[in-house]
């Protein structure tokens, strides 16, 4: 059986019939074959439980994975305030599972997951969204076993507020991780890039407290900030800088290697709320963006998704770019699908969003937590030639 994918994308005043349009436009798309699993990008502006509940009035039993975005992504570029629905149909099984403790505890969250991959013995693919402001998503991938399939994002939503949701099956909410075990005929590959580059600047970490960054070279990080860009050290707490802070994310030494860490919000005492820890004492590297850079990381992401998948054919692309992505391209919405087409072709679907965070596998480790990201996932069908690759 092949495998058959497509996109629908809907705008209304209330959730459930923006999430009810999206369906049927996606339902139409595939024609007379079943759906098999639904992914839902929904803008966290509608309520969760509306736009679940007008998704599966017309897909019924359909497996659904879901998260919340500022907005979604489609061949067509940008959606703002919409829900973006992908229906994927063939020869595979798609199960969904919801862990409402996840902002509890990563940890505890990853066992459950291991216990339920490892009572199978056949290949599977965890594709996962959690909470992107509440949880500890290094924490979380650290207990995963080395070379775990598992990929996803952390969902984005109101960075004033926190508001974002996820979805699973029937079940929706804040705090938790929604997952779908995926396997059978069905080949994915990803790729994963980034836009933002070293300018010169060097900071040492001087006092860190879990997620809050308190100090850079001895003073707030807020006014480390300020003495770079010209703006008051008091401004860094009140929007917009306090959010536009995660334009300009650090490279952080981790090992022989850095990562890119980035800000979710300026607080009020001037210190950074970050989702991942950083240590006191190493130093961080600022990073500046800039469309060429994005688009060459997006094109860069999807050729590697594509060499993974081998000889089997792209079907779908689920794109999730970080929420720095939308905030630095405002003036060309959408360019990062521009940039993945051109790789993957214009009749490829496409779906996805913003995150505060993506997931990868480590093909030596367990899977990697990013910040400032873009992640492509192409799904295939896999042929007998590919299966033996």
């Not at 020869?91 to 216990?115: H, N």
């Not at 995150?355 to 093909?363: A, E, H, W």
Request: charged residues 15%; glycine residues 12%.
């Amino acid at each position: 059986m092949a495998l058959f994918a497509s996109v629908g994308s809907a705008q209304a005043l209330d959730g459930r019939e923006a999430g009810l349009q999206a369906a049927h436009q996606a339902l139409n798309g595939i024609g007379a074959n079943a759906p098999g699993f639904a992914i839902v990008i929904a803008s966290h502006q509608y309520q969760s439980r509306e736009v679940l509940n007008g998704v599966i009035s017309l897909l019924g039993d359909t497996p659904v994975l879901g998260f919340a975005s500022p907005a979604g992504l489609t061949q067509e570029g940008q959606q703002p305030h919409s829900v973006v629905i992908a229906l994927l149909s063939g020869d595979f099984q798609a199960e969904t599972l919801w862990f409402p403790g996840y902002a509890q505890s990563g940890r505890e969250t990853a066992a459950k997951i291991m216990q339920r991959v490892s009572a199978r013995e056949e290949r599977q693919t965890l594709l996962f969204f959690a909470d992107g402001f509440n949880g500890d998503a290094e924490q979380f991938c650290d207990m995963l076993s080395p070379g775990a399939s598992v990929m996803g994002g952390l969902s984005s939503g109101d960075l004033h507020t926190g508001n974002t949701y996820q979805m699973a099956g029937s079940q929706t909410g804040s705090g938790g991780l929604a997952a779908s075990l995926l396997r059978g005929n069905l080949k994915i590959g990803i790729g994963h890039d980034y836009g933002w580059e070293q300018v010169g600047k060097q900071f040492r970490v001087t006092r860190s407290r879990g997620f809050w960054l308190r100090t850079l070279d001895g003073r707030p990080a807020s006014e480390a900030y300020a003495n770079l860009f010209g703006y008051p050290a008091r401004d860094w707490a009140f929007p917009p800088l306090n959010y536009l802070a995660r334009l300009y994310p650090l490279g952080v030494e981790q090992g022989e290697s850095w990562v890119v860490r980035s800000p979710i919000r300026v607080e009020a005492d001037g210190s950074f709320r970050m989702n991942a820890a950083i240590r006191d004492g190493i130093d961080a590297y600022l990073l500046v963006g800039s469309r060429m850079a994005c688009e060459r990381a997006a094109r860069n992401a999807t050729q590697q998704a594509l060499l993974q998948l081998g000889d089997a054919k792209p079907v779908f692309a689920l794109v999730l770019a970080d929420v720095a992505w939308q905030l630095l391209l405002k003036a060309q919405a959408g360019i990062e699908v521009a940039a993945v087409q051109e790789i993957l072709g214009t009749k490829v679907p496409i779906a996805g969003g913003y995150t505060l965070g993506q997931v990868v596998p480590d093909q030596d480790g367990p899977p990697k937590f990013l910040n400032q990201h873009i992640a492509v996932i192409v799904f295939g069908e896999e042929t007998a030639e590919s299966s033996q690759t």
